[in-house]
């Protein structure tokens, strides 16, 4: 059984930052793929980044290029993705998701319960 477990969500003032994580169990977390996705009120879900099993690939959604990074801790089993300059338009729920192959692809397999983000203006 796969769990992602997110944490490190909470209420930010625009211009400030959060660090979120996502500590993996149940399986090989060094094998696979990782990414985090969002999804706001009202809006569908939509990808904001994704990183390779070994992190040394890395992909971002337009929105938050230079603003986000993502990273991963393989030793660890967790990912975290640091977001900068935070705008309430990041406001939403984000999700760890995790799939079955090595590289960045656009299925995801395995899903977190999600961690609230709120950017006050």
């Known amino acids: 059984q796969v769990q992602l477990v997110e944490s490190g969500g909470g209420l930010v003032q625009a211009g400030g930052s959060l660090r979120l994580s996502c500590a993996a169990s149940?399986?090989?977390?060094?094998?696979?793929?990782m990414g985090w996705f969002r999804q706001a009120p009202g809006k569908e879900r939509e990808f904001v980044a994704a990183?390779?099993?070994?992190?040394?690939?890395?992909s971002y959604a337009d929105s938050v290029k230079g603003r986000f990074t993502i990273s991963r801790d393989n030793a660890k089993n967790t990912m975290h993705l640091q977001m900068n300059n935070l705008t309430p338009e990041d406001t939403a729920v984000y999700y760890c998701a995790g799939n079955r192959y090595t590289q960045i692809t656009a299925s995801y397999d395995y899903w977190g319960q999600g961690t609230q983000v709120t950017v006050s203006s």
């Open positions: 990183i390779n099993w070994s992190g040394g690939s890395t």
């Open positions: 149940g399986r090989t977390f060094s094998r696979y793929a």
